[in-house]
């Protein structure tokens, strides 16, 4: 599967940056990503991919670039905006879509750990520090927006962050966390806020009860973003502040949605 998925991402990548800029760098754009991305799909640092003898033997005779490189480039504009790029080509939904559902997953560290970017807030029954990842997932398990956050940043502040710049239309399921109900008080209410009241509230809200039992459909999508030996399990103990989780995050996305497609099947051998 490592294979595979490597493969897909050589293939993508070389579409994706077919005209390559003269640089100063001894090292390609592509360069920098295809080496970060042998690290994440292996769950092993950055540092690892920069070693020969932890690539196959017909990628030995390559020149790497070193740990000091690879951690310099991957915060460069140029290389941030590559994998902005290689995430948006495999994640990103393909069709509108009408039905989109929004929730977090926590991402919990240990509550020893110094990263300062981390907070404290509520996890899967507990309080714990860490992060949490807030996405607009779709029925195929495409992903709209999705952001990063401290464990203690409110979901519905993020929600609304996320809603404002996602390119979606129809409508976006949430659980209560993100807005329970408290009747419409006296202040002037949005258009979606009142034709959400008129779905759920009206004697035949069939149409909404079917909207609400599907929402369960991102609580799978998140199992299967974990549930694979390359998945998003845990944040191992180097991937620490927001850059590099983020980052960490962006790739796990894109590893599974390449898996879940059939791009990887092309490679079989």
Request: aromatic share 8%.
């Amino acid at each position: 599967m490592e294979h595979q998925l490597w493969k897909a991402i050589v293939v993508i990548l070389t579409a994706l940056d077919k005209r390559r800029k003269s640089t100063a760098f001894d090292f390609s754009d592509e360069d920098i990503v295809k080496v970060y991305y042998w690290s994440v799909i292996h769950d092993r640092p950055t540092c690892w991919a920069c070693s020969s003898k932890h690539w196959p033997i017909y990628l030995r005779k390559r020149s790497l670039p070193s740990p000091t490189t690879m951690s310099r480039r991957l915060r460069s504009p140029s290389v941030v905006a590559l994998l902005n790029a290689l995430e948006s080509r495999v994640v990103a939904p393909k069709q509108p879509g009408l039905f989109w559902t929004i929730d977090g997953k926590p991402l919990t560290i240990g509550g020893c750990s110094k990263d300062r970017q981390a907070g404290y807030g509520r996890a899967a029954g507990c309080k714990a520090k860490g992060y949490k990842i807030h996405a607009i997932v779709g029925p195929s398990g495409s992903i709209a927006s999705w952001r990063l956050a401290p464990m203690n940043k409110d979901e519905r502040v993020m929600a609304a962050r996320m809603l404002r710049t996602a390119p979606i239309q129809g409508y976006v399921v949430a659980d209560s966390n993100y807005g329970p109900g408290r009747g419409t008080g006296h202040r002037q209410q949005s258009s979606g806020r009142l034709r959400t009241i008129e779905l759920t509230e009206n004697p035949y809200p069939a149409f909404a009860d079917r909207l609400l039992k599907d929402r369960n459909e991102i609580e799978r999508r998140f199992g299967q973003l974990t549930n694979w030996g390359g998945g998003l399990s845990c944040l191992p103990a180097w991937v620490r502040t927001h850059r590099r989780v983020r980052r960490w995050v962006q790739a796990k996305l894109v590893l599974t949605a390449l898996k879940r497609s059939n791009l990887t099947r092309t490679y079989v051998t």
